[in-house]
């Protein structure tokens, strides 16, 4: 073991450790280490001590034996560890006639996993009746909204009452253990078995009895009525849903029932994360250890005259972004949901492209569009690993068409004015990764038919966009001309932002955004 530590580099030790978070190490044995300070040993420290000591803080393992295991007093039995909250370890007295203490060593691979509940509201969508909320949207008056401070506010509380109003809510009550077919009345008639069998337990009389009987044959037919309305109603949307995503996950709902979001994720220390508001901790605490805190380096980049300072748009291209909106999608950090924006755009998009434009007039960015939702999604598979997801930001729907609008100009802008590489082929209209194939498979050949030699180096920045500094990225907006309302807008937009982590209706805490770009915006 101690030959392996002392071949093993640094780098080597780090690359085992975080490439896989999956994995968990425990090293045992007679490792003959004598040091003094770290190992209370008698004798003086050597080699291996020192050797030893180097492999727990390189590995980042922890060493679990306390007191000596050996009978002249030195502590030569070591167990390391990178998870200790899973492993126990007990020093016992030597077998036989063994100089050395016997070291029994627990590993509690067998974890409860505990039931959660989940309560959510859900809107009732096929309940709605649009032509009212139209009428009640039509008839918002814009001279208070526009007179308010915050505009953007004002206008979102005349929405969140017409929702309120007129917009059916119903309270959706998710177990961990329950079927998919598992509706209210399931559990009503549950409860009532459950509370007859109580009630029987205690009295144990002939008429509590036959009370229970009943009971427990009414919640079975409760349970066989729900199960095959549920199961017919799946057959259904199955043969008639024409958007892939509701196929895909009726389908999924039928054959695995309810679960979790996000598997059962492993933290740091080994422990298995459960529930729902555990990993939204810890994924939380891994995307914010990904943001980049560190000053922008100073820039060399002279100031130029500002050139694309205002802009203009019109009210048509509020509607139509506001009739893109995907119906399905869910709601947003405000309570707003796509659906009711697109029911709505006639009437709507007026009054929004107001508000906008006194926002473009006065440069400035609400504090109430800079809070986002983050849900996290695989790199693949769906794992146990954290690092294995990245964030999206799920930011408030009337931003996004904001930032739609900014965004458009600002694109055009830089184009025309050839401020944009001709090989940056990424997050360009009508240009892409074949693109990029093409162009590299071109030079290559070129190469080779003058009989050159081609070469390529390819780079990957890790968490690109987190990593990006809002100084630096500001600074050179300024050196390609842009200034005024829009750079303030676009300096709002980018400081005192907030998000938290969201999985299955469970929230971490408000974390501030250092660095980055929020992924899933515009």
């Known amino acids: ?114 039931a959660y509940t989940v309560t959510k509201e859900v809107f009732l969508k096929g309940r709605i009746n649009w032509s009212s909320v139209r009428e009640d949207v039509s008839r918002i008056r814009l001279g208070p909204v526009l007179s308010n401070p915050d505009p953007v506010s004002a206008l ?24 998919a077919w598992f509706n209210i009345d399931c559990r009503t008639a549950r409860d009532t078995k459950q509370a007859a069998y109580r009630r029987w337990s205690h009295l144990r009389t002939r008429e509590t009895w036959d009370a229970h009987t009943v009971a427990r044959a009414s919640c079975a037919a409760v349970y066989r009525t729900a ?76 100031p130029a005259m500002p050139v694309l300072t205002k802009l203009a748009f019109r009210s048509k291209e509020v509607m139509r972004l506001l009739l893109a909106l995907d119906s399905h999608g869910g709601t947003d950090p405000l309570g707003m949901f796509p659906m009711f924006l697109k029911e709505t755009a006639a009437v709507l998009a007026p009054k929004l492209s107001a508000v906008f434009r ?61 401020l944009i590489p001709a090989n940056q082929f990424a997050y360009r209209k009508n240009l892409g990764t074949t693109d990029a194939l093409l162009t590299i498979s071109h030079k290559i050949q070129q190469a080779l038919d003058c009989g050159h030699e081609a070469r390529v180096v390819q780079l990957d920045f890790s968490a690109a966009f987190d990593r990006v500094n809002h100084a630096g990225l500001l600074r050179k907006l300024q050196s390609f001309g842009v ?33 980055g770009v929020p992924q899933g915006s515009f």
């Open 1 to 114: 073991m101690l030959k392996l530590m002392n071949k093993t580099s640094e780098k080597q030790i780090y690359l085992t450790k975080y490439e896989d978070r999956k994995a968990a190490f425990v090293f045992a044995g007679d490792y003959n280490a004598h040091h003094r300070e770290w190992l209370e040993s008698v004798s003086p420290t050597d080699s291996h001590g020192r050797a030893a000591l180097d492999f727990a803080n390189v590995s980042g393992c922890s060493q679990l034996v306390v007191g000596p295991t050996h009978l002249a007093g030195n502590r030569l039995d070591l167990v390391f560890t990178d998870v200790p909250e899973t492993v126990k370890v007990t020093t016992m007295a030597p077998l036989g006639t063994s100089d050395h203490s016997a070291i029994s060593i627990q590993l509690n691979l067998r974890q409860n996993i505990p």
């Open 156 to 179: 979102n509380e005349e929405l969140k009452r017409i929702i309120s109003r007129r917009v059916p809510v119903k309270k959706v009550c998710l177990r961990s253990n329950d079927k």
């Open 227 to 302: 199960e095959s309305e549920y199961f017919t109603s799946a057959k259904e949307k199955l043969s008639t849903a024409s958007d892939p995503h509701k196929w895909w996950s009726t389908l999924k709902s039928v054959v695995f029932g309810l679960r979790p979001s996000l598997p059962a994720l492993l933290s740091d220390t080994g422990q298995l994360i459960t529930s729902p508001k555990g990993k939204a901790d810890l994924l939380m605490k891994l995307f914010d250890s990904k943001l980049c805190r560190a000053p922008a380096p100073t820039s060399e980049l002279p």
């Open 358 to 418: 006194r926002l473009i007039l006065t440069g400035s960015f609400p504090m109430c569009w800079r809070n986002a939702n983050i849900t996290a999604i695989p790199k693949g598979s769906p794992s146990s690993d954290a690092s294995n997801y990245r964030p999206i930001s799920i930011t408030p729907l009337l931003s996004k068409i904001f930032e739609h609008v900014i965004s458009g100009r600002l694109s055009r802008y830089l184009e025309h004015s050839h």
């Open 483 to 515: 200034g005024g309302p829009v750079l303030s807008i676009l300096t709002q937009f980018l400081t005192h932002r907030t998000h938290r982590v969201c999985v299955d209706s469970c929230y971490s805490d408000w974390c501030s955004v250092h660095s």
